[in-house]
């Protein structure tokens, strides 16, 4: 490449974070009070995603994933002392990307063509669950490097306030103004070169701990396979942990087949609606299979009760899957029986199935909220999950296992239930009270 495109280039990215940063200065010249509310909505959003930001940066990998998706996708972890680093080979960040990261705009998450198809998220929120651990978060993609954090933006709010006569600023969000990282990264260059095309550097803050560090090492190295069962597009997670008390990696291999009568074909996601068989292992083989069935297009129809904000404005398709593992024992741990929203919740299923769809969450998406109303959006979904298990999981399992294998993945012993899992509980027993299950001196057997 010339001088003078690479010139080009980086007056392009330039001028991007500028007007980022021109347009938060308008709002903020119009509405000084929207400072302190953006101060308050990250301070919020840092508590309430408080232990999810390993999840929330998978969610994003996951993301940037969509419609490039290939066969050896991957995101990568690496924890020191004194940083975090993930990448991932999803799309290089777009100019929409960067103003999602930067908490403008509207959500980046691409749509295909046809129906608009419900999306999870709240237009980059997650990504602020970084301010637990750093205050200056950095990102590298392409031809863009940018760094995050109050020092920038203390100068640019300092100096509008001063044009407005209005004194000494108290506080500044992190995660408005974008400035141009203008050195070069060793680290960025050596993830690009291993094929890496977005990556994010979590400088640690002064203020972490030493037990947070070793807990954030822990949440990465014992990370459950339940929580990367439905991501679309990922194939790869590689965590490596390098601190002074820990020193250890681990890899986890995504392999999705789909199901088709007695053909088992390897495929790259979960993209249409049927059967699929998904092999979880680590670099020895050793790992976890698991039956899911996916119902991709889920009409919404009237059940919109509980759909509030713009980024529900269109949406006609909604999905559903639900999930068991294949094994001589098919029962979760109870801390693993949760409502997933692409990643695990907070919300109790109260069986072995796992219940995966794009639900309406509270802020941070850890719990799935469900009321009588036969409109509710929430509600109709998991019963929508019900039918799916009816319908495509539930003859798989008699065929494979019979009614032990069943019996054992809806066993609620010890388990935990919330209001989603009692609507699940409720929509299972209806679907099972009219479906046969075992054959008795030539006549079937139902559950009542």
């Known amino acids: 490449m010339s001088a003078p495109q690479i010139s080009t280039i980086a007056d392009e990215v330039d001028q991007v974070l500028e007007r980022i940063c021109h347009e ?7 509405s000084p009070g929207r400072l302190q509310e953006d101060v308050s909505q990250e301070s919020q959003v840092a508590h309430d995603y408080r232990g999810r930001l390993v999840y929330e940066l998978l969610q994003n990998a996951d993301d940037s994933l969509a419609e490039i998706a290939g066969n050896a996708d991957r995101v990568f972890f690496r924890l020191t002392d004194d940083e975090l680093w993930v990448a991932n080979t999803g ?3 777009t100019e929409a990307d960067i103003r999602g990261l930067c908490g403008l705009g509207a959500s980046s998450k691409v749509f295909a063509n046809g129906p608009k198809r419900a999306s999870i998220g709240h237009k980059g929120l997650g990504f602020k669950s970084v301010l637990e651990i750093a205050d200056a978060p950095e990102a590298y993609s392409a031809s863009i490097a940018f760094r995050l954090g109050k020092g920038a933006a203390r100068e640019r709010v300092q100096e509008l306030w001063n044009s407005l006569d209005r004194g000494h600023v108290r506080d500044v969000p992190a995660m408005r103004f974008p400035s141009v990282i203008g050195e070069q990264c060793a680290d960025w260059q050596e993830l690009k070169s291993a094929g890496f095309r977005t990556a994010f550097r979590f400088p640690l803050s002064e203020r972490v701990t030493e037990q947070q560090v070793a807990a954030l090492a822990s949440q990465l190295l014992t990370l459950p396979p339940t929580s990367i069962l439905f991501l679309k597009h990922l194939e790869e997670v590689i965590i490596e942990v390098e601190t002074a008390a820990k020193s250890a990696d681990r890899q986890w291999l995504l ?35 698991f039956w899911v069935a996916h119902n991709g297009d889920v009409r919404i129809g009237s059940h919109r009760d ?8 269109g949406v006609d398709v909604t999905e559903v899957s639900i999930a068991v593992r294949d094994a001589d024992d098919p029962r979760v741990d109870v801390q ?10 907070q919300e109790p299923s109260g069986c072995s199935l796992l219940v995966n769809g794009a639900f309406t969450t ?16 929430n509600g109709y979904l998991v019963r929508q999950a019900a039918e799916t298990f009816a319908q495509h999981l539930l003859p798989h399992m008699l065929d494979r296992g019979g009614l032990r294998y069943v019996l054992r993945v809806l066993d609620r012993a010890g388990g935990q239930t919330g209001p989603a899992g009692a609507v699940l509980k409720e929509a299972l027993a209806a679907q099972l009270s009219s479906t046969p299950l075992v054959p008795s001196n030539g006549q079937n057997l139902t559950f009542d």
């Open 24 to 30: 938060n200065l308008a709002v903020y010249r119009e």
């Open 91 to 93: 799309r290089a960040l």
């Open 255 to 289: 392999e999705r087949y789909r199901v088709t009568g007695a053909e088992v074909e390897p495929c790259s996601g979960l993209a249409r609606s049927g059967l699929y068989r998904v092999d979880l292992v680590n670099r020895d083989g050793e790992g976890d299979r």
């Open 306 to 313: 509980g759909l509030t904000g713009p980024a529900w404005d």
């Open 336 to 345: 693993d029986q949760r409502f997933h929203v692409f990643l695990p919740s």
């Open 362 to 377: 509270d802020l941070s998406r850890q719990h799935v909220q469900v009321d009588d109303s036969t409109d509710n959006y």
